[in-house]
């Protein structure tokens, strides 16, 4: 301390000046003026008594006009606006989707996107443009010859000529590619690529022993397996060449005959190869391939020439192509040599990623994500409709409660990469407050049905939305009578329960708004909605609106690797598995209209407005476990009937079934318990309700476990989700119980003691997991029944 103010500009420290001294007392020389004491202390007591009056006043009119209900700090909490459902759907008209404009490439639809999104703040905030740098590789100009040649193997003179596709695009990482010249001595054809495809080598018993001088053959449909996915595929199993084809239009996918374990296991040969694959390291060979791009007729023409090799090649099957074909499995060539020429160019690339966000009133810290991809002209469409609509709502005075994502995504057909790029990121921030994610899959591709596939604790989310939405066919003004399912109006019943309680929590308003509503339907015929229009193309579906994740989507990631609940929305033609949830089954169509109408695009959209609605504007996530017990409840019988022969093969080693039943049954028993605690749990305590809200969270995120199942022949495509995912032998297939299904699908009826170990490895480990959620959701339930 000193004196006076410190000269020393250099100091860092601040300067207290010392205070004078003040404690020497002096004898006043005037006298005390008592009579302005009291007057003071007098106009003191007057204000202090005028102050409490005049807040008691103000409490009691605050008590009179919230006395019938909680306070009004935490009114807005609960209030739930019934009429936003009619508002956010009449916001989108036919008009609004009569032109679909196209989309160039995705960075001008990264632009266009970033400008639009742009021009909604200050409701849209936090939008942001960004990239991520990847090595692609594309064949070289055309000064350099890229294509495949037929040569007589005695002289090599020069049979058949072929060009590569006349095409500019980008094929995969760099670091899957080369340049180089492929003399192939054998030829493969395996459909799509995927391992059941491969399956049928195995079968046929034609499998080379000369991989490096093979090239294989197959046809590219991003919506079955990405590209990058094959080429993954090409060089696990060693092949020299690749060559890639367009798909046939009017071609059926089917599924059968998958590569089992077992098949898998006996492939290796040294003991520390099998150890390797027990344990889950399953490793690439590490070597780049030769990949060429060619027409489906430009195949069809080089299988055609080469008939006098392959009159002994085993037929493909026909669910392949549901006609004949000159395309067969393959096998040597004898008389004719296959030369595969390419030349590739590395390329730096930038994959342009977009955001927004809609911030919650309330919650914003939790939120719902929205991804679409860029060069979807359909798909950016619709998302901005969404935005739009929020945005018009939200200057209308609607607050959602929760946070909205928007995202669009570019690098899809390359393994998702700007996906997972981001995520690895961004994991701290996805772990902790996100709730839900919506991809929009593959554009719209039919007329009428849902086709959803995610995870069950979505199911109760898209039931409603499906109910309330309008169906875009024509029905000729004919009333219908809804055939529902037992499942079906178990979800009709609970939703309809949610609506009293909801009512008998203080929603007066709304109770008089519905039935003034009901009794107008009454005189009317009741509309056909979306739910009865995937009722009819589903009539044998064995499970509800949801079905299992497809592996081939951005969804899969987020719920497969991280337990986020997620949801792929699409609309197509095709009906749904039909009592078979083990395999990807798509039957014939069911309509044929060749354009698809606004009509349509009207009611994917208000579904999707709506799925995303009940998510961040009610105050209870709309999360319900019991469709995942109910899921499992059926999956559990049906997944040990369908592997009866491979349980009774290891019995011994991996537990009688009624065992796993039993565990299974604990597991279901466990959620049906946190349920029935949740519906008991009062809805007009906030603190309470931030509390389930949380443990709703939490729920999927207990079946991640840190053993990841490699689900593909690829060292990142893992997963770790534990009651759904990929086997080993799936590539686009998502099957309950993974670990076990890996064991007992297709074993022999006397399997080596090798196998046996395995069997109980794999059995021990899937125990392990299933006891230790189990114990953990019996964890959540008890601190239900303590706050309750």
């Known amino acids: 301390m000193t004196t006076s103010s410190s000269t020393h500009t250099n100091d860092r420290f601040p300067v207290v000046t010392k205070r004078p001294r003040t404690y020497h007392r002096h004898r006043s020389a005037t006298s005390q003026p008592i009579l302005c004491f009291f007057f003071i202390l007098a106009a003191f007591l007057l204000g202090s008594a005028s102050a409490v009056v005049i807040m008691l ?148 018993g ?50 059968n005959n998958r590569h089992t374990f077992f098949e898998e296991w006996r492939r290796y040969l040294a003991m520390q190869d099998r150890d390797d ?17 060619l027409s489906y007729d430009d195949v069809q023409r080089i299988f055609g020439s080469l008939q006098p090799d392959s009159n002994q090649w085993p037929t493909s099957p026909l669910e392949w192509h549901n006609q004949s074909t000159p395309m067969k ?9 296959l030369r595969l020429v390419v030349n590739m160019q590395q390329v730096k690339v930038e994959l342009p990623i977009v955001m927004s966000s809609i911030r919650g009133s309330i919650d914003a810290e939790h939120f719902v994500m929205i991804g679409h991809q860029l060069n979807s002209a359909q798909q950016n469409h619709i998302v901005n409709q969404i935005v739009q609509t929020y945005v018009n709502q939200m200057k209308n005075g609607w607050k959602p409660k929760r946070s909205i994502l928007f995202c669009g995504w570019s690098g899809l057909s390359y393994d998702r990469y700007a996906v997972r790029r981001w995520i690895s990121e961004n994991s701290l921030l996805i772990d902790r407050h996100m709730i839900a994610y919506l991809d929009l899959g593959n554009d719209i591709s039919g007329n009428s049905i849902l086709n959803l596939h995610g995870s069950p604790l979505l199911e109760q989310i898209a039931f409603r939305a499906a109910n309330y939405v309008i169906s875009p066919l024509e029905h000729n003004r ?36 519905e039935m003034k509503t009901k009794q107008v339907e009454e005189e009317k015929c009741e509309q056909h909605k979306l739910l009865d229009e995937w009722i009819k193309a589903n009539r044998n579906r064995s499970l509800g609106i949801v079905q299992s994740i497809d592996v081939e989507s951005s969804a899969s990631i987020f719920l497969l690797e991280y337990g986020i609940p997620s949801i792929v929305i699409e609309m197509t033609n095709e009906k749904g598995l039909s009592k078979d949830t083990f395999y990807v089954d798509h039957e014939r169509l069911t309509f044929s209209y060749e354009n698809i109408q606004p009509e349509v695009f009207v009611a994917y959209t208000q579904f999707i407005i709506e799925f995303i609605r009940q998510l961040i504007d009610e105050p209870m996530i709309s999360f319900n476990l019991t469709n995942y017990a109910d899921q499992l409840d059926k999956l559990v019988p049906d997944f040990v009937e369908h592997h009866k022969s491979g349980y009774e093969s290891v ?90 299904s890996n064991i007992i699908y297709g074993l022999p009826g006397d399997p080596p003691t090798e196998l046996c170990d395995a069997s109980r490895f794999y059995w021990l480990k899937l125990k392990d997991h299933i006891l230790l959620v189990n114990r953990t959701i019996n964890g959540f339930d008890g601190l239900l029944t303590k706050h309750n």
């Not at 006349?166 to 899957?176: D, G, K, Q, R, V």
Request: glycine letters at 6%; a neutral charge; hydrophobic letters at 35%.
């Open 57 to 204: 006043y103000r409490m009691s009119q605050d008590a009179e006009g919230s006395r019938p209900s909680i306070p009004n700090i935490n009114q807005q909490r609960f209030n739930v606006d019934l009429s936003i459902q009619t508002k956010l759907s009449e916001s989108l008209t036919t008009s609004d989707f009569v032109n679909v404009s196209s989309v160039d490439n995705e960075d001008n639809a990264a632009n266009k996107l970033f400008d639009i999104w742009r021009s909604l703040s200050p409701s849209l905030d936090r939008v942001n443009k960004f990239s991520y740098d990847v090595m692609l590789s594309k064949y070289v100009e055309s000064s350099q010859w890229n294509g495949i040649q037929l040569l007589d193997g005695r002289n090599d003179t020069e049979l058949l000529k072929i060009d590569r596709l006349p095409t500019n695009e980008l094929i995969s990482f760099s670091s899957l590619l080369k340049s180089g010249t492929i003399d192939g001595k054998f030829v493969y054809y395996v459909n799509y690529g995927r391992q059941e495809d491969f399956a049928h080598l195995f079968s046929s």
């Open 206 to 255: 034609i499998w080379a022993t000369k991989r490096a001088e093979s090239i294989i053959f197959m046809r590219r449909r991003s919506s079955i397996i990405s590209q990058t996915e094959q080429i993954h595929q090409a060089i696990y199993y060693g092949f020299g060449g690749l060559v890639l084809f367009d798909d046939h239009v009017n071609q059926q996918i089917a599924t």
């Open 277 to 293: 694959y027990l344990n889950g390291r399953m490793k690439n060979t590490g070597h780049s391939i030769c990949v060429l791009t």
């Open 329 to 337: 499995i393959g096998g040597p060539l004898t008389t004719i040599k």
């Open 478 to 513: 004919t009333c219908h009578h809804r055939e529902m399912t037992t499942t079906m109006t178990n979800e009709e019943n609970h939703h309809h329960d949610h609506n009293r309680r909801r009512r008998q929590d203080g929603d007066s308003h709304g109770h008089e708004h």
């Open 651 to 740: 019995a011994y080693h991996i537990g009688e079934s009624k065992v796993f039943m039993k565990i299974l049954n604990e597991l279901i028993k466990s959620i049906r318990q946190v349920q029935l605690h949740i519906d008991e749990t009062s809805k007009t305590d906030y603190f309470l309700l931030q509390l389930v809200n949380e443990q709703l969270i939490e729920f999927e995120r207990l079946f991640i476990s840190k053993n990841q199942l490699y689900g593909m022949n690829s060292e990142n495509k893992i997963f770790k989700h534990i009651l759904f995912g990929p086997v080993i032998g799936l590539t686009n297939t998502i099957v309950p119980f993974p670990l076990l």
